[in-house]
């Protein structure tokens, strides 16, 4: 579904990607793993065109799409929960699902999807009228990825979902991850420094050291590997 | 006290204010969304009023009706400060999106010296006399000498102007995309919202506005010149930045608060000292509330 092919990505002169390749199936969830600034993030925005590589190229269902504008990719059905969430701090819980249905016009599914989102998230219904900037950042974290789920994304990549959240609200943010895996076929590509949290859930990860990627292995074999047992899983 | 007189300078005000705010909205959006104080923008408001003047000039020796001329001159402005405002983002602005704030600023100013010498040489620097567009209306005749007839039309073009946009903003698929580009423009592309495309229209609807500005004014004043955008750009600029600039209703209140002070300060006190209240009042409002009267607080931007 997804091929990176010889990524080169650049800050000015700093390289941050180098020489990436990946694959990421129909239905799948992959993880990519690594220390903080190993250019996971890169990666995402490279992959939604926020970036642009400057060699290699992006293929998403057979077509090219390193060259389009981020809305062009977006449209083709890729969605980013970017690292840090960006909730639209002035507009209302309301209005920041609404934006996650800009591209769409059947306007009966959003609907259903609007009922689906609030019955997985419950907390966000009942501040459905008030400022996202006045969230909680567990809050936020379920506002963002259901922003998401409105974009109804064919592939939707989490940077760091996990960040910064206690663990009662990690695990449930995980479940609701591993849900939308399952019920609606969506195929999940996850950033996470917990590793720990990420392969148990991944079919397949890869892991990412200073912009190049070292490993990738399924979720379990990674998880047992001694490697990333000493450097991710502080075992 | 007289309260006729009193009357009088509240409507004055008014007026000014109104007119101020048609060329602050062009300010506070463009800030709005992508931080840039467009020093151009007084420059625009110009360019519409010379396209009106050459326009109404055309039509009304052709022997047009005024109705007719006013539309038509009015439509071309639009189209024409529509068009300046849409070439200069893409020549001077988009190419520097990603620059020091300073190069853009060094650019807008480059630009509005540019306008105003290109007018200068492809017209005049003498003062041009602008035709009355706006009739004396006959219903209007009894409060003609509180609130003048022109003056009526510029308060209610720029009521009409205000509720347009307000439901531009809020309810349309555009205005939806501006509120969340001015927030968070990456967030806003990961979304799926055309960034350029919305960096675009707001410089198209800003210019509109400006012309309609200029048009009223200049047919109420009854003359332009290159360099009228010059100081009704400053004391706009001065009005978004009292309301709280990128605040849309800050804007205008902004430039009723510039209006009224402008206008009781001279009525009441002396008419040579109009723009030193003017500033003296922005100092003053500025030490109490730095980011303006409906600014939001410094945190604004992520
Ligand atoms: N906007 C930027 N400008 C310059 N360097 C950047 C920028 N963003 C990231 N980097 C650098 O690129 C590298 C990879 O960063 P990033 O992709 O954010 O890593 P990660 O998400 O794995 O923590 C880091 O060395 C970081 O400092
Ligand atoms: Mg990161």
Not at chain 2, 52 to 62: D, N, P, Q
Not at chain 2, 66 to 73: P, R
Request: net charge neutral; charged share 15%; proline share 3%.
């Amino acid at each position: 579904m997804l091929k990176l092919r010889n990524i080169e990505t650049f800050y000015g002169n700093i390289q941050a990607l180098k020489n990436i390749n990946m694959d990421v199936k129909e239905g799948e969830i992959i993880t990519l793993i690594g220390a903080n600034g190993a250019g996971k993030s890169t990666t995402l925005m490279t992959i939604c065109g926020v970036t642009k590589a400057r060699r290699g190229e992006v293929h998403f269902q057979g077509q090219p799409i390193h060259g389009m504008t981020p809305d062009k990719i977006v449209a083709l059905g890729i969605n980013q929960v970017p690292e840090g969430r960006h909730i639209f701090p002035y507009l209302t819980v309301m209005e920041n699902l609404d934006m996650g249905t800009f591209l769409r016009k059947d306007t009966e599914n959003i609907k259903k999807d609007l009922e689906y989102i609030f019955d997985l998230f419950p907390r966000l219904a009942e501040r459905r009228h008030q400022a996202g900037g006045t969230l909680s950042g567990g809050e936020q974290q379920m506002l963002a990825i259901s922003r998401a789920i409105m974009t109804r994304p064919k592939l939707l990549l989490l940077d760091e979902p996990s960040l910064g959240l206690a663990p009662i609200i990690v695990k449930q943010i995980f479940d609701i991850i591993k849900k939308i895996n399952k019920e609606n076929n969506t195929t999940i590509f996850l950033v996470e420094q917990n590793a720990n949290l990420a392969l148990k859930i991944a079919h397949r990860g890869y892991v990412m050291e200073t912009g190049s990627i070292t490993m990738s292995d399924t979720g379990e074999n990674l998880l047992s590997n001694e490697d990333v047992k000493k450097a991710y899983l502080g075992i | 006290m007289d309260f006729e007189y009193f009357a009088q300078l509240f409507l004055g005000g008014l007026t000014r204010g109104s007119i101020y705010a048609l060329i602050a909205l062009g300010y506070t959006m463009v800030y709005g969304i992508i931080e840039l104080i467009n020093f151009a923008h007084g420059e625009i408001y110009m360019i519409g009023a010379f396209t009106g003047l050459i326009i109404a000039s055309v039509f009304t020796m052709l022997g047009f009706p005024t109705l007719a001329v006013v539309v038509l001159a009015g439509m071309a402005a639009i189209v024409y400060s529509c068009a300046y405002g849409f070439t200069m983002e893409k020549i001077a602005y988009k190419p520097l999106r990603n620059a020091p704030r300073l190069s853009a600023l060094i650019s807008a100013i480059g630009m509005s010296l540019f306008l105003q010498n290109y007018v200068l040489l492809a017209q005049t620097s003498d003062f041009l006399p602008f035709p009355s567009l706006i009739p004396d209306f006959e219903f209007w005749e009894p409060y003609a000498h509180i609130l003048t007839s022109p003056e009526l039309v510029i308060i209610i073009t720029t009521v009409v102007v205000m509720i347009l946009l307000t439901f531009l903003i809020k309810f349309t698929q555009i205005g939806k995309a501006m509120r969340a580009t001015s927030q968070d423009k990456m967030m806003a592309a990961l979304l799926g919202i055309n960034v350029d495309r919305v960096i675009s229209v707001t410089f198209i609807v800003g210019s509109a506005t400006a012309a309609i500005g200029g048009i009223l004014i200049a047919s109420h004043i009854g003359q332009i010149n290159f360099y009228m955008g010059f100081i009704a750009g400053i004391k706009a600029f001065v009005a978004a930045v009292l309301g709280g600039i990128g605040s849309i209703p800050g804007a205008v209140l902004g430039a009723l608060v510039l209006g009224w002070t402008e206008s009781f300060f001279t009525g009441y006190i002396s008419s040579d000292y109009e723009d030193v209240f003017a500033f003296l009042f922005l100092v003053v409002i500025l030490i109490f509330r730095p980011s303006g009267i409906l600014g939001r607080a410094e945190t604004k931007k992520v």
